[in-house]
């Protein structure tokens, strides 16, 4: 009979709830006694805003709504812990909630700065001789954790993209006259999103004209240049860029326009306004229509359209690390393993979390082309399989229904 | 043995292709010989670039798939014939090259704009006695025709908008800070497509916080003072604003803020910043974090989450036009009716040109608060019915499928 508890962290995926119904029903089924979930993270725990999960998720319909509902179900924080030199006082208090609550086991679901969280507390736990094992299980549209295959929400998220930029692509082509579309896809440093717009290529489909990772410097000589060159051939061009993409100078695209930033307790800037600054770029340019399209916070929360896969691959690792933690595994992600390709078959894994907090897993360069418009093939080829097969929504009365938490 | 010719116009709808759907499948079951395509509606006529539909949708998975592809399949134009005084020489030409395929009836699917052009084709065919029928099939996701209880194409973009709108109230409740976002629908006079976030809400969602329509004047100081009084009271306001809202003095919104226009061959300004706008008034108002989102095309161009009613619908009124010119009638736009509500019920019924061409229906004044700053249950009651039920996509390789034209 064990106690534990979860927590989701950092921006939502569209199958983060997944991860969390992975942790509840591994934890039912392996008859934990009682299933807390911290509301908004480890904030919520420091201010005891803490549920029981048997009381919010109580029916099988629940769990299929829950794998069905977009962000948190929890809610989220972007509180980074601080070092634990110097300010024990916060270690001591989150040690004193837990052991009050009895707790064995300690889940966060989360991206790069989470895992951070998971590293203090293991730390700062092992310092104390604490039995409380800590266990991380990945989440991040973004996919640039290190030491795993690829993050669960990926794949929902890059079938997302891929499947909106069909659509684009469509529309794109509607009159006959010239138009660029410019779509922004999320992504800061990394480009993985942004790649998933290479999906989109197929028989029914001409692909996106261009990608634009952060990975590469971004020459707009070449960008505009380029256009011109693809405009002379065809009627519609959609180019897909990520928001992310920098100059060689190191400033942001965006940032080459008039645009209000915004930072957050991560030192994060927030970016946006790129696909716009390059649309009106080739408007003048070449004086034809131009669109710019941000898909904004639809690509992490589009929870009705999700891969089977990532939803199946997000429910496991959340079990897994159930399981691993009540085998006595502490300080460990469970990550995902591609152990076959043709077919593809991942398995989880755990892998310490001193290898994974705070480390940026990039696009590697030797899979973008040599120019910097485009991606490679083995690059579609890593992404193909993680948006295979679908789970509908449950549709009630025309839309989508989802699984709220009760207060 | 009759030969017909259909085309398609204006902005793209989901559903636009089961409109041509209905029109393909009704001429080949009523035994019509030739069913040509006009590529880019009345322009693609008067270039002569027709295709032979037989040859384009050829099996039932073909068909099938149509129903699924967004976009107009044919393309799409935003040509508006000239007044016959004075161009006859384009009417000419028009029904000499009519005359050349041998068409008895020609269908047009498209909005106002369009409806304009069966206006003066009829007018100029009962001039010159010509025994061409021409017959108009409505689409627009802006529901804004008359004598029709609605356009096809609406049920699905609101269906889109809701669904939509659900995923970015759950996405906004994630974090334990306040945030606002500011959600962009399209619509230039009319508010029907931003009236549908409305259904938003549930017994699984609070709903949007507020909706602005253009069919009143934007009062920016009664924005901001709602938006205060709603943020004492939640964590997370979402607000629906329609990209047409204008302030009293006619300017609209957008307008306010930097903004580069673009004036289309119809006269239509291009709008889009009024989220970006609002969002930064209400950043600076009370120093909350904001985001603006832009539904964009998307909002005409997501197949992958269409309305069943919708399709149907679309598929209907196309067919119906067909049926009613086989039987001689001409110079009308099939319409909708509704003849029950509870259980909302639908039938198809001829409706004279002149008096559909050239007229926007708006929300009526009643179905919207007396401030201004949502709307009535009559309006959710209206919408409601014409989101139900699913088509699903037909998935390839994790892929909606869609039909492409082969040229």
């Not at 934990?32 to 998720?57: F, P, S």
């Not at 080739?282 to 131009?290: L, N, R, W």
């Amino acid at each position: 009979m064990k106690n534990i508890i979860v927590g989701q962290s950092g921006g939502p995926t569209s199958v983060i709830n997944s991860s969390l119904l992975g942790v509840f029903k591994t934890a039912k089924d392996l008859k934990c006694d009682k299933i807390y979930g911290m509301v908004h993270g480890i904030k919520g725990l420091l201010d005891k805003d803490i549920v029981d999960l048997r009381e919010q998720i109580k029916t099988d319909l629940d769990m299929d709504l829950l794998k069905r509902t977009p962000s948190s179900f929890l809610g989220s924080c972007r509180y980074k812990l601080p070092d634990i030199e110097g300010n024990e006082e916060t270690y001591k208090k989150i040690f004193e909630i837990l052991d009050e609550y009895k707790i064995d086991a300690f889940f966060y679901i989360g991206g790069n700065d989470s895992m951070d969280t998971i590293k203090k507390l293991t730390d700062y736990g092992n310092s104390i001789k604490s039995p409380i094992r800590f266990m991380g299980v990945p989440k991040t549209i973004d996919n640039d954790l290190a030491m795993t295959d690829h993050t669960p929400g990926y794949g929902s998220a890059a079938k997302y993209i891929a499947a909106t930029m069909k659509e684009i692509i469509c529309d794109g082509l509607v009159y006959d006259y010239p138009v660029v579309t410019i779509v922004e896809v999320m992504g800061r440093n990394a480009g993985w999103l942004t790649a998933a717009s290479a999906l989109a290529r197929g028989e029914d489909c001409s692909g996106v004209d261009m990608i634009f990772l952060p990975e590469i410097p971004f020459n707009i000589d070449l960008f505009l240049k380029k256009t011109g060159e693809l405009l002379k051939e065809n009627r519609s061009l959609v180019i897909a860029v990520s928001e992310g993409v920098k100059v060689k100078d190191g400033r942001y695209v965006c940032e080459l326009a008039d645009h209000v930033e915004y930072v957050d307790s991560f030192g994060h800037k927030q970016l946006s306004g790129t696909a716009r600054y390059l649309a009106s770029r080739v408007a003048t340019a070449y004086g034809v229509k131009t669109r710019a399209i941000e898909l904004s916070s639809l690509q992490r929360c589009a929870a009705h359209m999700t891969s089977r896969i990532d939803i199946t691959e997000a429910f496991n690792t959340g079990g897994a690390a159930v399981k691993a933690a009540l085998n006595g595994l502490t300080g460990h992600v469970i990550t995902l393993k591609r152990v076959s390709e043709d077919p593809y078959m991942c398995i989880t894994e755990p892998q310490d979390v001193h290898l994974i907090a705070n480390v940026e897993k990039k696009v590697p360069l030797e899979w973008i082309s040599d120019d910097g418009t485009f991606v490679k093939e083995e690059l579609v080829h890593y992404i193909r399989p993680l948006i295979q097969a679908e789970i509908a929504p449950l549709w009630v009365d025309g839309l989508p229904r989802h699984l709220k938490i009760q207060r």
